[in-house]
């Protein structure tokens, strides 16, 4: 579907940008009429933001190498972070409308990972979530370094400035660990 800048189509379920706005428009079931309401819908909302913007900024930290361009989710709510990929119930991240995030699937030599970058509005705000990431979802992680997780994949964190960079179910632990090296060298 062409509509706003950057518009991604799933079965019952458009999102696009368009300036400084993200808009995701959601239908209960995939039928022709509903497909036809979102199209309307879409078109009615993005022709309503005047101005095109630039992409965010966040985006331009992401390391290149093994970046799978269609899978990058821009974010500001947990709730569509666990759309995207289930972290918790809970909000353990502190994400809302302060917080700007990134969720992107990387492929390097047949391995595969998931990467999630938050840029929160302060330093200090950055690090309650760590803890918070830390507490709830990598009890065994100390502040930086790589974790097995129970189901055989890797996570890894690590905080620079007011950055929290997530990798996530990486399959093996160098991925994990690289990757997240090389992101926190961008930041």
Known sequence: MEVGQGALYRPGWLSF????????????????????????????????????GPKPEILRKLPPEGLQD????YLHQHTLLNYHFYLADENILNLGQQTDAVLAVY???GKRAH????????????AEAHKSLLRHYLPEAKSTGAVLLEDGKWSATGLKNKFLAVVLEADTRPLSENLLRQLLKTL
């Open 17 to 52: 940008w368009k300036g400084r706005f993200f808009v995701s428009i959601y239908t209960e079931e995939e039928t022709e009429a509903a497909k036809e309401a979102i199209s309307d819908l879409s078109r009615a909302v993005a022709s309503l933001i005047k101005d095109e």
């Open 70 to 73: 269609r899978s990058v989710r």
């Open 107 to 109: 492929q390097r030599s």
């Open 115 to 126: 990467l999630l970058l938050v840029s929160y509005p302060n330093e200090e705000k950055a």
